[in-house]
């Protein structure tokens, strides 16, 4: 499952698409939620925008300026943020530290099912687990990553408002 978000009028290439796994996405929209000051002020539900949504340039200039400023980096420099690269690290560490679990797509069969619910089985390794019967917890799909952030930065100081597709 991915998400892509459509510049309205870029201003560079960096403005004319942003493209990330669902996960990414709602991992970054709770970073915005807890950390910055502007998004409440906003009114709306980032995690769930519909299909079609125009989010505007004076919004994306809004989120952008209260990220920069809530932390205390320069807006000017379009790098990432140390707190928000400090977050990343943290909350990579946290999830890396997490124990294998018995894998939940073969139930631990290590072979693949021939269909999502079936009993049955092709008698292949598990792509999820290669066959080894572990694999990372569910909530290790919303690990952050560094470039994704920063991609997703320089979208919205270049998109020019964009539209959700
Ligand atoms: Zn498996």
Same mark, same amino acid.
């Given at each position: #499952?991915? *998400?892509?978000?459509? +510049? ?6 960096? +403005?004319? &698409?942003? $493209?990330? %796994? ?9 970073? @915005? ?14 995690? $769930? ?9 004076q919004?994306?200039?809004?989120v &952008?300026?209260? @990220? ?6 320069? #807006? ?5 943020p ?11 560490? $946290? ?5 294998? &679990?018995?894998?939940q ?5 290590? @072979?693949?099912?021939?269909t999502? *619910?079936?009993?049955?089985? %092709? ?7 290669? +066959?080894? %019967?572990?694999?990372?917890?569910? *909530?290790y ?10 991609t $997703?930065?320089?979208?919205l100081?270049?998109? +020019?408002?964009? %539209?959700?597709?």
């Amino acid at each position: #499952m991915s *998400i892509t978000l459509s +510049g309205n009028n870029p201003k560079s290439d960096e +403005g004319v &698409l942003f $493209f990330c %796994t669902t996960w990414e996405y709602h991992a970054i929209v709770e970073y @915005l939620e807890k950390y910055v000051s502007a998004i409440p002020k906003l009114g709306l539900n980032l995690h $769930f925008l519909p299909n079609g949504f125009v989010f505007s340039e004076q919004h994306c200039e809004y989120v &952008l300026a209260s @990220l920069y400023s809530d932390a205390e980096a320069d #807006m000017n420099s379009r790098s990432l943020p140390a707190s928000v690269a400090e977050y990343i690290s943290k909350t990579s560490d $946290f999830l890396d530290s997490l124990p294998l &679990l018995d894998c939940q797509s073969c139930l631990a069969t290590g @072979l693949q099912r021939k269909t999502i *619910i079936s009993p049955e089985t %092709t008698g292949e390794p598990c792509r999820e687990c290669d +066959g080894s %019967t572990k694999s990372r917890p569910y *909530i290790y799909n919303y690990k952050l990553k560094f470039d994704t952030f920063s991609t $997703f930065l320089k979208f919205l100081a270049s998109c +020019g408002g964009f %539209t959700v597709k």
